[in-house]
């Protein structure tokens, strides 16, 4: 059975740090492509970061510096570090496995998610 | 950044009502459009892909249809279980997709 199990939320003060883990079972995720999605509270869903099979990365713009993504194959997690935290970073973040249905780079879903963790920045 | 925009932001229906949700995009994404389905404080679920064809799993009662620009998801007898958000998303610019602004399904 699939299955995505974040940790590492919790309260923290603007300009602290974080690191977020992903543990999964039932798939290999060094061999899939991994993300990040936050949702603040109340508002809608953002990809924050991606991790490729090669070990490529993408950050979006709002976290672009301060966070990186990344795995560990021995213990089957993908991490999220989280530096120089803003309020605007409140949110409760997933992490999720990126299925590619078609043949070429482009066409996927995110099939299996975690069930959540969240983190709020605030003094 | 592609731009998805969803109409309406929310919507009061009954049991056994068709549902319509509508999502845009700024540019043509051919078909590389899902749909998810989010309860409050669970994770999003996914509906559709590709446009239409639909998750292993999920009732036949959903469907989605669209591509190019302009996308939809129907709900054809709404059941007590799918009152949610539902939230469409592209992956035609990897890998920056991007989440319409989500649709509000409530209880009339």
């Known amino acids: 059975e699939v299955q995505l199990v974040e940790s590492g939320g919790g309260l923290v003060q603007p300009g602290g740090s974080l690191r977020l883990s992903c543990a999964a079972s039932g798939f290999t995720v060094s061999s899939n492509f991994m993300t990040w999605v936050r949702q603040a509270p109340g508002k809608g869903l953002e990809c924050v970061s991606f991790?490729?099979?090669?070990?490529?990365?993408y950050y979006a713009d709002s976290v672009k510096g301060r966070f990186t993504i990344s795995r560990d194959q021995s213990k089957n997690t993908v991490y999220l570090q989280m530096n120089s935290l803003r309020a605007e970073d409140t949110a409760v973040y997933y992490c999720a496995r990126d299925y590619y249905y078609g043949a070429g780079p482009l066409g996927s879903y995110f099939d299996y998610w975690g069930q959540g963790t969240l983190v709020t920045v605030s003094s | 950044d592609i731009q998805m925009t969803q109409s309406p932001s929310s919507l009061s229906a009954s049991v056994r009502d068709r549902v319509t949700i509508t999502c845009r995009a700024s540019q043509s994404i051919n078909k590389y459009l899902n749909w998810y389905q989010q309860k409050p404080g669970k994770a999003p679920k996914i509906l559709i892909y590709?446009?239409?064809s639909l998750q292993s799993g999920v009732p036949s009662r959903f469907s989605g249809s669209g591509s190019g620009t302009d996308f939809t998801l129907t709900i054809t007898s709404l059941q007590p279980e799918d009152f949610a958000t539902y939230y469409c998303q592209q992956t035609y610019t990897t890998p920056t997709w991007t989440f319409g602004q989500g649709t509000k399904v409530e209880v009339k």
């Open positions: 590709g446009a239409s």
């Open positions: 991790i490729y099979t090669g070990g490529s990365t």
